[in-house]
């Protein structure tokens, strides 16, 4: 929540994280993401002598980039945090709850090795009870004071409960053990590095899936949903990450992931390397047989727009128009080569071309990759937009996003288009 600032999904480019960061001071476990301290020791003897208390552009990029990353962990734990209590409640609660009651099962499934830290979390309760701290009466319970640690004691003392559920307990307890690095760097405000961070998304992400997150949880499509991206990424629409340039875009999301088993690819540009250069015409074949839709606009290799283009870009003349003919001639043969060309056209647009897009959908989501163009920049050279678009897991207001933005300009070109023959 790469993709692309906050990272959704991980990777390079992007908005790594920031929104995170306004979580509540309380995290799992005890986790506190307050403020982050980089003064150095001061030299003796200067204590209110002129000693320099202002923090340089260095350090205030250090201390946001550790909050970034910080913040980041701290929704992951969160998220873990909250199904591992969901979990260990609805399988020990029935068989406890009965005989000991409500306030003391808890107590009671912890037994004698766990008398010690459940008394404290009943004790931490009862403080937060008197101060105030309860503001959700869902959350006047011992369970809710218990952290990973000890939700992951009471589920291994209690396995056989758990086993009908779950596969694999040493890959649950694999993915804790990564999550515990994690967990005490956040809640002592160490620096956290981009590995460990990686590391926590990734036992995370396996960790929803084994405990069932449900549809909220990451997946493992194309551009997976991202659990930053889940909770905060309406924040910047629909757009997933952003990249400086198409070679960064692609070592986070190759041609291969990106229109990998696409069930609809609309493309408007004036070339369309990105597609034509970097997707074999046999891969695009069978992409077609298995169902796909393909509409390709390029620009009028003979226009007046390609021209202009050349000069803007210091090209000889006719070099640009060569290579939009060359891309035209090899997606023919890809159309020609099928059993059934009518899923695969090819149309040609004489306009100013404004940006390039590419508009893939699944069965069940949507992806687009969209760079405007510069005067003085080639398309692999520009900003890159990824949007996440179709039928997303979760909900957002469309009318916020702009993957439907660039829907309905290709359309508006599509229909002033001309087909190739």
């Not at 551009?223 to 930053?228: E, G, M, Q, R, S």
């Not at 986070?252 to 540009?269: H, V």
Request: charged share 25%; net charge neutral.
């Amino acid at each position: 929540m790469s993709s692309g600032g906050l990272e959704l999904p991980p990777g390079d480019g992007g908005h790594e994280g920031g929104p995170a960061a306004d979580a509540p001071g309380g995290g799992p476990g005890g986790v506190a993401t307050g403020a982050v301290s980089l003064a150095g020791p001061a030299t003796a003897g200067t204590a209110g002598t002129g000693v320099e208390l202002d923090w340089g552009a260095d350090a205030w990029t250090e201390v946001r980039t550790r909050a970034q990353r910080a913040g980041r962990a701290y929704i992951w734990l969160n998220l873990i945090e909250q199904r591992l209590r969901a979990v260990v409640g609805a399988v020990l609660r029935p068989i406890y709850e009965p005989v000991h009651g409500e306030d003391d099962w808890v107590v009671a499934a912890a037994g004698p090795a766990g008398q010690e830290w459940v008394q404290r979390a009943v004790a931490v309760r009862e403080v937060s009870r008197r101060k105030g701290y309860l503001l959700d009466p869902a959350d006047d319970n011992v369970l809710s004071f218990l952290t990973l640690p000890q939700l992951r004691e009471l589920m291994v003392q209690h396995w056989p409960c758990f086993e009908p559920y779950f596969d694999d307990r040493r890959e649950i307890e694999l993915a804790l053990d990564e999550l515990e690095v994690t967990r005490n760097v956040v809640s002592r405000n160490r620096a956290l590095s981009r590995a460990v961070l990686s590391q926590a998304e990734r036992a995370s992400a396996r960790l929803l899936e084994v405990l069932g997150g449900g549809a909220g949880s990451p997946s493992a499509e194309r551009l997976p949903i991202d659990a930053v991206e889940d909770l905060v990424g309406d924040r910047y629409a629909d757009v997933v990450s952003v990249h400086p340039d198409r070679v960064r875009l692609q070592r986070q999301l190759p041609a291969e992931d990106l229109f990998g088993g696409a069930r609809r690819l609309d493309a408007i540009g004036i070339g369309l390397n990105l597609l034509v250069q970097n997707y074999s015409g046999r891969r695009l074949v069978r992409l077609v047989e298995a169902g796909c839709r393909v509409r390709l606009l390029f620009l009028n290799p003979a226009s007046s727009a390609v021209k202009r283009r050349e000069r803007e870009l210091g090209l000889r003349k006719g070099e640009l128009s060569r290579s939009v003919e060359m891309n035209i001639l090899h997606v023919r043969r890809v159309r020609a080569g099928l059993r059934d060309p009518s899923g695969f056209a090819i149309h040609v647009f004489d306009e100013t071309p404004r940006f390039t897009a590419y508009l893939v959908e699944g069965e069940s989501s949507g992806i687009a990759v969209v760079q405007s163009y510069l005067r003085r920049a080639r398309g692999m050279e520009a900003p890159v937009l990824v949007l996440r678009g179709g039928g997303r897991s979760v909900t957002r207001d469309v009318d916020h996003g702009l993957f439907p933005t660039y829907r309905e300009e290709f359309e508006s070109v599509w229909e002033d288009s001309r087909p190739v023959s």
